[in-house]
């Protein structure tokens, strides 16, 4: 459960916007495009998914 929440969590900080610095970088556009292509992301469902996964985790050590 907690490598799930840890996934999740690498996707959201991997298809944030680019830093000011980075958005002139050729190799950090191409980067993010990767990420985003290959995981098809999708913003809200990645949001939700993640919001799950900790109220289950939660639920769990109760």
Known sequence: ???C???LRWIILHTSELPVGADNNKRCKQMLQIVV???QYNPADVFK???NT???EFNLKE
């Open 1 to 3: 459960m907690k490598e």
């Open 5 to 7: 929440n840890i996934c």
């Open 37 to 39: 292509t290959d995981s």
């Open 49 to 51: 998914l993640l919001l």
């Open 54 to 56: 900790a109220q289950f």
